[in-house]
C-alpha cells in the first residue's frame, strides 16, 4: 500500500474520473494539489475583517474569503497553542491526543522558569502528523514557524514527525526571545541570527516566516507540497516594527501595536498568495487559513483592554483558555481557485481534527484513523446539507474543563465532577443562558458521548487536578 506509483496511479484515476471531486478548473492532469495551512497565534473570531472588524483592516485574509468559502461554525482543537496543534497535526480531539494542555501534569519533558519546574507533553513516534502521511505519499512537506509539539527537548525538532524542511522555534517566539529572535533552528540545527544579536532588531518573525514560505513556493514547482506557515502573531508580547499604517491613530501604542503585528501578518499572507499566482500554482494549491484559539485576555490588564478595544472576539463570549465560544471558535478560510466556489460562507461546525482527513482526502490519500471527517464534500458544495454530529474538547488549566458541540447544543464542564452547563448556540450564541435542567435527555446524551470520548493519559492522569498556581 505505500508504492508511490500505484498512490500516483490511483490520483489520475480520481482526477479523471470525478467531476464533482476536483472541479473543471486548469488543474494540472495528474498533479495531485498542493495544501497550504496558515496559522495564526491567538488571533480572534472578530479579528479579520471579514469576520466583523471594523477598527484595523486585513485585505489579504478578506481576500482568501473572498476567492473561496468562509466558515462561521469552525473550532480550535483546544482554548490554547500546544493541544490545539496537537489536534490539528494528529487528527485527535482533545479526549486522544497526546498533548492535550501547554503543560503536563506529569511525565513529560522537564524544563524550568527561574526556580519553577515546568512539565511538558511531547509527540512521540507512536503519534502521527498530517506531515507522516503525506510524506509516506510522495508530498514534500515543510514548517516554517512555531512548533510547540516535544516539550523542551532540543532535539525534538518537527522532523521527527515527517517534516522534510522545518525553520522555526520549537515554543513561542514572542515569550522566548521576542520577536526580534537572535536564534531559529533550521532543521536540527540551531543556528544564530546576527540581525539581532546582541538586542538588534534586524529581522521581524512574521518576515522571518513569510520569507522562508515564499522562498519554498519558488523551490517546489513540479512535485506537490504539504506547507504548513505557523506565524506566532498577534501572540503575546505586543511587538512591531513599527506602527503601520495605524501610526497616526490615537489610540494606545499596544493597540498600535496589536493592530500593527495583524497587519504584518496580513502582508505576509499576500505575499504567500501572491507567490503561488506568480508560480503558475494558483489552480494547483490549496490555502487553509485558520488561528489556534481565541484572542489572550491575560495575565495584564491591558491585554484584556487591548482585545476589548478591537471586539477581537466578536459577539462570542469568553476568550483564550475558556470553553466558551470565545475560546475556541476561530477564523477558517479555506481557498481553492475553480474548484472551490469563490465568496462563499459555510454554517457546516468543524474542528481541527477534520484537517487531517481533509488533506488526506484532497491528496487523494489513504485517509487514517482520525476523531474528524473529511470537509471535502463541503469546500466544494457549501450548500450541501450536514449531519449534526458531537465535537469533543478537553483541557487542564487552570482546572480540568471539557466541552461538547452537537448541533445547535453547546455544553460545558467546569472540573471532574462539575454539573453541565447547556447553551442552544441557535437562539443563544453569546451563552448566556443555561439551560440544562430544562433538557436533561440532552445533557444525559452528552454526558455518554463524553465518558465515551475521554481516555487515560500518562501526562494528564485522572487522578491530578490542576490549578492556575501551578502554571507560569
Known amino acids: 500500500m505505500h508504492n508511490l506509483t500505484r498512490r500516483s496511479f490511483v490520483w489520475t484515476t480520481l482526477a479523471a474520473t470525478s467531476g464533482i471531486a476536483f472541479g473543471a478548473g486548469k488543474q494540472r492532469k495528474g498533479r495531485r494539489p498542493n495544501i497550504i495551512f496558515i496559522l495564526a497565534d491567538d488571533m480572534g473570531y472578530g479579528d479579520p475583517g471579514v469576520y466583523g472588524q471594523k ?36 487528527g485527535l480531539n482533545g479526549g486522544h491526543t497526546r498533548v492535550r494542555d501547554n503543560f503536563a501534569l506529569a511525565g513529560g519533558h522537564v524544563g524550568h522558569k527561574g526556580k519553577q519546574e515546568i512539565r511538558r507533553a511531547s509527540l512521540t513516534p507512536e503519534d502521527h502528523t498530517i506531515a507522516d502521511y503525506l510524506s509516506r505519499d ?10 510547540h509539539l516535544d516539550g523542551y527537548d532540543p532535539q525534538a525538532t518537527p522532523n521527527r514527525h515527517g517534516f522534510d ?112 499566482k506568480t508560480s503558475g500554482l494558483d489552480q494547483d494549491t490549496i490555502v487553509f487559513f485558520a488561528s489556534d ?27 483564550k483558555r475558556d470553553m466558551y465560544e470565545g475560546g475556541i471558535r476561530d477564523p477558517l478560510i479555506v481557498r481553492w481557485p475553480s ?34 471527517i473529511s470537509l471535502r464534500p463541503y469546500l466544494l458544495k457549501p450548500d450541501r446539507k450536514f ?37 442552544d448556540l441557535s437562539n443563544d450564541p453569546a451563552e448566556k443562558t443555561d439551560i440544562a435542567s430544562a433538557h436533561p435527555d440532552v445533557v444525559a446524551r452528552i454526558e455518554q458521548h463524553i465518558r465515551a470520548t475521554h481516555t487515560p493519559s500518562v501526562e494528564y492522569p485522572d487522578r491530578v487536578e490542576n490549578s492556575k498556581e501551578n502554571q507560569p
Open 55 to 90: 477598527k484595523f483592516s486585513t485585505p489579504n485574509i478578506d481576500r482568501l474569503a473572498a476567492e473561496g468559502v468562509r466558515f462561521t461554525q469552525a473550532y480550535a482543537g483546544a482554548p490554547v497553542c500546544a493541544p490545539s496543534r496537537s489536534s490539528l497535526m494528529t
Open 293 to 319: 484559539n481565541g484572542p489572550r485576555s491575560e495575565p495584564t490588564p491591558q491585554q484584556t483592554r487591548v482585545i476589548d478595544f478591537f471586539d477581537s472576539n466578536g459577539p462570542l463570549h469568553g476568550y
Open 138 to 147: 510522495g508530498y514534500a512537506t515543510a514548517l516554517f514557524g512555531k512548533w
Open 387 to 423: 449531519e449534526d454530529r458531537f465535537l469533543y474538547w478537553e483541557f487542564y488549566e487552570p482546572s480540568f474543563e471539557q466541552a461538547v458541540r452537537w448541533g445547535k447544543w453547546k455544553a460545558v464542564r467546569h472540573g471532574r465532577s462539575g454539573p453541565l452547563e447547556l447553551y
Open 165 to 276: 524542511t522545518f525553520k522555526g522555534w520549537l515554543t513561542q517566539t514572542g515569550s522566548t526571545q521576542g520577536y526580534f529572535p537572535a536564534q531559529r533552528y533550521d532543521n536540527g540545527r540551531l543556528i544564530d541570527l546576527p540581525e539581532n544579536a546582541n538586542g538588534k532588531q534586524g529581522l521581524y518573525a512574521t518576515n522571518i516566516v513569510t520569507d522562508d514560505a515564499v522562498a519554498y513556493i519558488r523551490q517546489h514547482l513540479q512535485d506537490p507540497f504539504f506547507l504548513y506557515v505557523a506565524y506566532d502573531a498577534p501572540h503575546s508580547p505586543y511587538l512591531a516594527p513599527d506602527f503601520g499604517s495605524y501610526a497616526h491613530e490615537s489610540w494606545d501604542d499596544d493597540e498600535k501595536t496589536y493592530a500593527a503585528m495583524i497587519e504584518y501578518l496580513d502582508r505576509g499572507i499576500g505575499r504567500i498568495l501572491e507567490t503561488i
Open 339 to 372: 474548484h472551490i466556489p469563490a465568496g462563499r460562507t459555510s454554517d457546516v461546525p468543524t474542528y481541527f481534527p477534520d484537517f487531517v482527513p481533509t488533506a488526506l482526502d484532497l491528496a487523494g490519500a489513504p485517509v487514517e484513523h482520525s476523531d474528524g
